[in-house]
């Protein structure tokens, strides 16, 4: 079966719905809010763009979509109207307070060396009832504590096995992945209206080659039932506005 049959059969199955969904849903909500405050002028941030951005898809109502990582993606962002080179755990002054009416941090928190950082820059960044979308993994999952908990070399030598490119595997730090850590330390950096779903997302995630991808759908419905430990964490959260 190919990487296209396998996805089908995922959707077949609808054993959660996708992260991408859920992701577009929120992104498309918070843009809606942005554009009903300032009509025209939605600036948006991807921290840890990588080369995938689910912000891609909203760049008509976008007016100013900027990207931000540790390293100059492989390929061109042509999305992107500009690029910054960052460590989103240090730097502050990284961009100007309240710069954005949306933060994406998609697949990142897990790769953070300093979460609570990261996410007070988000806060101060965001424009006040702006709104940050961020996934990350759940170690509540056993697979996925499983492999956070690898030895670096192991893990290197598994990387390849589930991530599209050699590029695409970046080291994992997993200090905030968990649903109470994720939930408590957006509360510390100041966001409101919290709102946390888990998805089971492995067999996705690892679905390239058959034998990860048959584990990965092990892993997502032995947790169906148990929303705390579905692998996938997707958070939305908001800034206050103004007079709230
Ligand atoms: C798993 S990739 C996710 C990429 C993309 N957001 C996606 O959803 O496909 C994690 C990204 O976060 C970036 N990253 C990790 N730590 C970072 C940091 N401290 N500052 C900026 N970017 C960071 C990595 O370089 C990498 O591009």
Redesign the pocket.
């Known amino acids: 079966m190919t990487e296209a049959g396998r996805f089908a059969l995922l959707s077949r199955l609808r054993i959660s719905p996708p992260v991408g969904a859920l992701v577009h849903e929120a992104l498309d909500r918070a843009i809606g809010a942005a554009e009903g405050r300032s009509p025209g002028t939605v600036s948006a941030l ?1 921290a ?6 689910a912000l891609r898809a909203f760049r008509p109502r976008i007016g100013r979509l900027v990207g ?4 100059r ?1 492989s390929a061109p962002l042509p999305h992107l109207d500009e690029l910054v080179i ?4 240090g730097a502050v002054d990284g961009f100007a307070r309240e710069s954005f009416d949306v933060v994406l941090s ?3 928190l897990e ?3 300093d979460p609570p950082a ?1 996410l007070a820059n988000f806060r101060g960044w965001l424009r006040p009832g702006g709104t940050l979308v961020a996934t990350t993994v759940n170690r509540r999952h056993p697979f996925v504590a499983a492999y956070l908990g690898l030895p670096d070399g192991a893990r290197r030598r598994l990387q390849p096995l589930v991530k599209a490119t050699a590029g ?1 595997a ?1 080291p994992l730090v997993g200090a905030c992945n968990d649903p109470d850590a994720v939930r408590a330390a957006l509360a510390d950096a100041g966001f409101t209206d919290i709102r946390l779903t888990t998805v089971g997302h492995l067999a996705r995630a690892w679905g390239r080659h058959w034998p990860t991808f048959a584990l990965g759908l092990l892993g997502d419905l032995l947790t169906t039932a148990m929303p705390s430990r579905r692998s996938t964490i997707v958070a939305v959260a908001r800034v206050p506005a103004v007079g709230a």
């Open positions: 991807d840890g763009c990588g080369r995938v951005s931000a990582d540790l390293h993606p960052v460590d989103l755990c998609s697949f990142t790769h953070f060396a990261a695409d970046h």
